[in-house]
């Protein structure tokens, strides 16, 4: 009987140092993206793509698109991302990442689903599609290692007004709790 999965793509050595996080970016049009974090404090945003008919080794492509380093000298730790829409940036349709450090600290970036498109059907330098939105102040972070983000609309919880929140936990046994406007 056939397996329950199939490994379609991998690549060896896609950070310097341990991939703590990986979050799937919702992407229309049958392309795949998704962040990792690591270790060696870079942020990737890859794509996926199924490979040209014929190829047996593997069922799909990865493509780093771009390569962020959202916190200087420390690991990135936690990734979540949540589709929006920021009516402050231009264009402003696309995703809020938030990534967790080992120091502690979180910064949301905002990526924007039209230069994300122009990126991969292009091929040109991701830098452009991602910025960074809010970095919470240090008196709210974490003080040790964040482990887990997640994120839910407002709109989700009764009696809310429009937003997001943002949900952390970390090393130093909190949890905490973000409300994001855009």
Not at 43 to 67: D, F, H, Q, R
Not at 129 to 152: F, I, K, N, P, Y
Request: with cysteine; net charge negative.
């Amino acid at each position: 009987s056939a397996p329950p999965y199939i490994p379609c793509a991998y690549l060896g050595k896609a950070h310097k140092r341990i991939i703590w996080d990986i979050a799937w970016v919702t992407v229309a049009d049958g392309m795949g993206v998704f962040a990792s974090v690591s270790r060696d404090g870079s942020v990737k945003i890859w794509s996926i793509a199924p490979n040209a008919m014929g190829s047996e080794e593997k069922l799909c492509t990865l493509e780093i698109l771009a390569t962020l380093t959202p916190f200087a000298d420390t690991a990135v730790t936690a990734v979540d991302v949540t589709e929006t829409v920021v009516p402050s940036l231009n264009p402003g349709t696309g995703w809020m990442l938030a990534f967790g450090a080992e120091s502690g600290s979180i910064q949301i970036w905002f990526l924007s689903e039209e230069r994300l498109k122009q990126t991969a059907a292009c091929g040109s330098s991701g830098s452009e599609m991602c910025s960074v939105v809010h970095s919470v102040s240090t008196e709210q972070c974490h003080g040790a290692a964040v482990r887990r983000l997640r994120w839910c609309a407002f709109d989700q919880l009764v009696g809310e007004a429009a937003g997001w929140k943002l949900a952390s936990g970390g090393d130093d046994h909190c949890v905490r709790v973000f409300a994001v406007t855009p």
